[in-house]
Every structure is written in C-alpha cells, then in structure tokens.
C-alpha cells in the first residue's frame, strides 16, 4: 500500500511520546513469590501433579525423619535402657548415645588405642592433600601430584602398618577397621584407577596388536565379573595356590583386586572421552610435528579428560560406595563396624539397627555429595573456554 | 586342559601339605596364633566398643594362645563369613577354627576338619509372648511362626511340625533382623532361631520381658574349635586346652584361686598344675600350660558366666552345658 496524501498530514499531528513510558511492573499473579510458584511448580497441569506428588512425598517422609533423627532422639546415656521405650516411658526416635560410644570404633576399627594418633595423622595429612588440591590459590600446586602420588602413599604405607627401625610399632591390617579402612580402600582405587585407566584406554586403541589384544583382555574380563567375585576369588582361592608365607596380606589382596576393578571401568570412561575428540585434533597436532606422546599429552588428553569429568567422578563415587564390598571377605570397613555394633547387647534395642545405618547413611551422603560438588566446581571452571 | 587341572590339583594339594605340617612349631615361630572368628556374633565373636574381641569362641582362641605362650593376647583373629571358614583353614590362613561351627559327621570327614570337642551345646528353639500362655513347643499346633528363610533353621522347623502331625504357619524373612522385627510387631506367635542366638535377639524387642525361651530343643547343634586333618600333635593342644578348661571347673579351679592351687596336695589339682607329671611336656608345650589358661583366661564355667551366661546381658542359661556332675553333658577326660 502507497501512503496517500492524506496520511502523510496525519503524520504531521505530534501525538507520539518523546519520552518512553515508565515500564509497568509484571502483573501481580507473574512477580513475586506467587509468580515463581506459577512458573516453576503449577505452570502445566501435568506439573501441577508433580509438584503435589512430591509435595506428598515430603509430607509423608520429612516429619517422620525429623521426628526419629531429632524430636525423639535420645541424646545421653550409657547402655540400651536409655534407649527403651518400657524403660523411659516415651516414645524414643534414634539411640545417638549408642553411635557416640561406638564412634571410635566406626572410625579405627581394632586399630590398638595407643598407636590411633598415626591414623590421625593419616587422615591430616589426606586432608592437606585434598584442600592442597582444591584450593587453587594455593602455594606450589605443581607439587601436588608428587604429594598425592608418591609422598602420601609412602609415608601413610610406613605410618599405618609401622616399621620398627624408627620405632613405630608394626599393626596387622586385620586390626584395621571402621572409615580407615573405606578411606585407604577408597582412595587407593581412586588413586590407582585413573593413570592405569588411562594408559588401557589408549592401549585399546594403540595400533600396536599386542598392546591392543591386552588392554581389550583385560577390560573385558575384569567388566565381565562382579566385583564379589574378583574379591571371593582374591581372598579365598589365592592362598589356596601359594604357600603361607607367600600369600599377601588380605587387606592388600581386596585393594588389587578394587583397583583392578575400578582401572577397567576408568579405562572405558576415558576411551569414551577420547573418541569424542574430532579427527582434526589428531591431524592438527601430526602436522605441527608432535610425536605420540605430546600429541597424547597436550592436545587430545586434556581435551578428553575435561569432557569425561562427570563420568569420572560417577565412577569414584560408585567405587566409595563399591568399597563396603569388602565386608564379604572379613574386612571391617566402615559400614561393617555399623554392622557389628548393632549386634552388641550392650545396646540391644529395637532402635538401634536403624540409628546405625542412619548413620552410615549420612557418612556416606557426605562424602558423595562433596565428591560431586567438587565435580561440578571443575566442570564449570573447565568449560570456560565453551562460553562464548 | 587336562593337565592344567592337573597342576591345579598338584599346587592345592602341596599347599595343602606344607600349611598341615607341624602347625604348632609354625605358631611357635610366627609368635602369634591366627584365629578364625565370627566377629558379628554377640557372646561367641564379637569386637567391643574398643575394638577389643569378646566371646566364647574369642576366649577359646586365647586360652591356646595362653598354654602355647603363657600370654592369651597373641592372637590375631581372623573374621570369616559362613562360607569361606573351611577354605580358610583349609589353606592355612588359620590355624584354627572357633566360630561357632556345627560338628557334623560330613564336616568331620570330607572336610577336612577335626574337631576338637564342644564348647557350647546349642540347638534350635523357639520365643514366645508370655500372654500366648504356652509352655511347651508341643502346644504350638496351629501357630504362626517368624523364620530366617533358606537356613537349616527353616527346615528343622517344618520337620518339627510334620513329624507331630501339627500345622504352623510360617512367615519367613531375608534376614533375622526383618524376622525378629516382625516378630517385635506382632505378625508371628512364635519367633525361632538356635538358642543362643534367641537370648540375643530377645534383647532388641520393645519389652524382652514379656516374650520366654521355651524349654524344647528342636535340633542338635554342636558348637566346637576345629583343625586341619593331618597335624595330630596340633590336634591334641586344641583339644587338651579345652578339656582343661573344662577340668578346672570340676576341680573349681578358677582364675582368682590358681595361685594357691599351684600349692595344692590333691593329686588331680597336681598334674593339672604341673606340679606332677609332665602332661604340658607331652603336649609340647610348657609345664605350667594349664596354669596360663586359667590364670590368663579362665575355666570353662568362668568364660561361659562372663560371655553368655549370667554374668553377660545375654544370660543364657547354662542347661545342658552345665558339668556332667552338675546336670549337664558337659565331660572332659582326665588329665593324667
């Protein structure tokens, strides 16, 4: 359509603003904490059930949970009348005095009292490592790999299992127990897992047959085994084929059998990251005249590590977890001691199976929980370069 | 493929050999006796808040480590599971095995295993409400009865009922735990397991007083250390160490009066002592092996009363584990 005439003086008559109009606020029903509950939680119908399913949900459990952790809890006393309802008269939620006299135990397991201060030590100087590690001002971060992969298993090996030349009283790893021996299995895994994982990751796809037929071996036979099994088979049938003497310890036994295990998981992991890195990669750091290892090392790896974080971590949490196996073949890990202090007379109450696990409920919640913050933390730092 | 087995066979059987042989001096020489242990039941193996093992089978395991030693704290216990205890004695891993382990004729031959005698009489039974007003488990006809499935427990139940001619109804769970629970909540009359096991779990209900152990013993469960076929010698210190616990109680000798027992005139009491004969030298042990037992452990009626019985919170009573001079059926041949 033309503009006539006529329009165009129209046009002339100044009835458009010169100043913009103040923006009205959103209507009352969009702002505020009513406008947020309609668009996160009753936006669709179907999300209106949601929420009031959950919302059910929440009903149902926190109450009870809040009631028997807290309201009812029982918070002092010395054997299991104080945890008796015909006793005390009331009702009676979890037994805490019952996990506060058996905290030591859940921490050293038989770990002999007078030598407890090396595990203390132990789990210091872990913790340096870990905030070493986390916090990234800190001093000397290049060193840290030197101290998580040399320093700290060297001197925690001599502090935990002793070495009488410097006086430091031997201690049987049977004694070991209770979060000392979740940690020293866990992290051994952990620590373990990641470099043999790498190196069969790229071993399966080395052009080199050999090295290629044994990575592929190896990590189809420990995948196609259940854990129990690698365990059963590592304590059980071993000493069966060497003599007495010969036969390691059986702690050690379970920790080469977890970190076996845990490697051929790691190693699928990180092939996943490696065939998600473009062709390109490979052909640009070949034609700047980088060798096998450079190549490996400063372009594809950092790349393939960064993008597989996620399913790392996925993988060390269900190790942490994959940990408590252990029990089967007489270990006391953590939630074993949990297991063995419900038993005692002691405290023999209807409460105290639930008050234990409970407990270990919350250790392990803990500890996977920060694993995955720390996760997340790493991906957001490394995913810089994404946001553009 | 053949002969792969075959050299299988050859190593299990030398390993074999070469753990059997001569246990006692490989003790002796290791320093420490290696135990195995339940660890996970009250009043038979069961560490304490300190970590620190308690039970009768522990206290079996350190009066040997006391005749051997003269000191019952070297002992390392070993914790086993049901399933790997004869494995691991088998391969040497232990040297013996007291975790409350059944005797049976199958275990006793193609085992393996020796056992050495019976520290503890156990058997099945059964708890019930005390307003169920019943006395006797022949008065159950027509119960509902809470059970751990897939045990033996399971099946000693129903061959009970059946070879009556009664009806029980029974409601079986993974775990005793669930079992006794369900049994706390009312779902079952009558709640079953071996006895010793009973006086525990009676402990965790709401009010263990209004539930009694019924007197009936549905089943014969033999409870005793075992050892390796093959090594006699070790055989017999195993065995002489539990009948001189057992002796010391028909002699009342107990941990508090040994030291004026060592002065005695009685002849019994002087080669139980040392003081006549060389009994420990036939062992191989010391003179004064049965002495340590006492002095470091205790007898057998001090380690029943401290572990299980009415110096415990299990309070099991004592029934046919009494002395057989005292209405029991507990006998151990003299020291002579």
């Known amino acids: ?388 | 493929m053949n002969r792969i087995f075959a050299i299988l066979a050859l190593a299990v059987v030398f390993a074999a050999q070469s753990a059997s042989a001569q246990t006692l001096k490989t003790v002796k020489d290791r320093g420490m006796l290696n135990c195995g242990s339940n660890g996970t039941l009250a009043g038979f193996g069961l560490p304490d808040a300190q970590g620190k093992w308690t039970g009768l089978d522990v206290d079996s395991c350190r009066a040997i480590a006391a005749a051997i030693f003269g000191d019952a704290n070297k002992v390392k216990f070993v914790p086993l599971s049901a399933k790997d205890r004869f494995t691991a004695l088998q391969s040497g891993e232990v040297d013996l095995l007291a975790r409350n382990t059944t005797w049976t004729s199958s275990r006793d031959t193609s085992l393996g295993l020796n056992f050495v005698g019976v520290n503890y009489y156990d058997g099945q039974g059964f708890m019930v409400r005390k307003t169920l007003k019943v006395n006797s488990a022949l008065e159950l006809n027509g119960a509902s009865v809470c059970v751990q499935q897939g045990t033996t427990t399971e099946l000693n139940l129903s061959d009970f009922f059946r070879a009556r001619n009664m009806q029980a109804k029974t409601v079986t769970f993974a775990t005793a735990n669930e079992a006794i629970k369900a049994y706390d909540a009312g779902r079952c009359d009558a709640y079953t397991t071996d006895a010793s096991g009973l006086y525990a779990e009676r402990l965790r209900l709401a009010n263990a007083n209004d539930h009694i152990v019924l007197p009936e013993i549905i089943s014969k469960e033999p409870l005793g250390p075992a050892v390796r076929h093959g090594d006699d010698q070790w055989f017999d210190v195993v065995k002489w160490t539990l009948n001189a616990m057992i002796n010391a109680e028909e002699l009342n000798i107990t941990s508090k009066n040994i030291d004026e027992m060592t002065k005695s005139t009685n002849p019994d009491i002087k080669r139980f002592v040392g003081t006549e004969g060389n009994y420990g030298e036939q062992l191989g042990l010391g003179k004064d092996w049965a002495v340590n037992i006492i002095k470091h452990v205790g007898n057998y009626g001090e380690v029943f009363d401290r572990n299980v019985g009415a110096g415990s919170l299990l309070k099991i009573d004592r029934g046919l584990n009494k002395l057989w001079n005292k209405g029991g059926i507990q006998y151990a041949p003299p020291i002579r």
């Open chain 1, 1 to 388: 359509m033309t503009m006539s005439e006529g329009d165009l003086a129209v046009a002339k008559i100044h009835f458009v603003r010169s100043a913009t109009i103040e923006a009205k606020p959103p209507p009352v029903s969009m702002r505020g904490a009513v406008g947020w509950l309609r668009e996160n939680l009753l936006s669709t119908k179907f999300n209106i059930i949601l929420t009031l399913l959950i919302a059910l949900l929440f009903a149902w459990i926190v109450p009870d949970l809040v009631r028997f952790l807290l309201i009812d809890a029982v918070w002092t006393g010395a054997d299991r009348d104080a945890c008796r309802e015909i006793v005390q008269n009331r009702a009676i939620g979890a037994c805490w005095p019952f996990a506060f006299e058996r905290w030591p135990y859940f921490v050293y397991g038989s770990y002999p009292i007078p030598e407890r201060w090396r595990v203390d030590v132990f789990f210091s100087m872990l913790a340096i490592g870990v905030v070493w590690l986390l916090w990234l001002g800190a001093p000397r971060r290049g060193l840290v790999s030197v101290y998580f992969f040399v320093v700290l298993p060297i001197s925690s090996f001599i502090l935990l299992t002793g070495w009488k030349a410097i006086g430091l009283q031997p201690v049987d790893t049977v004694l070991w127990g209770g979060i000392l021996v979740t940690i020293v299995v866990a992290w051994v895994g952990i620590v373990v897992s990641l470099p043999l994982g790498i190196l069969l990751a790229l071993g399966r796809r080395s052009h080199m047959p050999a090295v290629r037929l044994f990575s592929v071996i190896f990590i189809e036979f420990v995948r196609g085994v259940p854990l129990v099994t690698v365990l059963f088979m590592a304590s059980v049938m071993l000493p069966l084929f060497v003599p007495e003497h010969l036969s390691p310890d059986k702690l050690l036994r379970a920790l080469i059998g977890i970190a076996l295990f845990a490697s051929a998981y790691m190693a699928e992991v990180v092939r996943a990251g490696l065939q998600a890195i473009p062709k390109g990669q490979f052909e640009g750091a070949m034609a700047v005249g980088l060798g096998y290892s450079q190549m490996m090392r400063l372009i594809v790896l950092p790349q393939a590590l960064k993008i597989t974080i996620p399913n790392i971590v996925n993988t060390y949490i269900g190790l942490f977890k994959d940990t408590t196996l252990v029990f089967i073949v007489g270990i006391f890990d953590f939630l074993h001691t949990v297991e063995v202090s419900r038993i005692d007379p002691k405290w023999a109450t209807p409460v105290t199976s639930t008050t234990g696990y409970a407990v270990a409920a919350m250790f392990y919640l803990v500890f996977c929980y920060a694993m995955s913050r720390y996760a997340r933390a790493t991906e957001a730092r490394l995913a810089k370069s994404e946001r553009r």
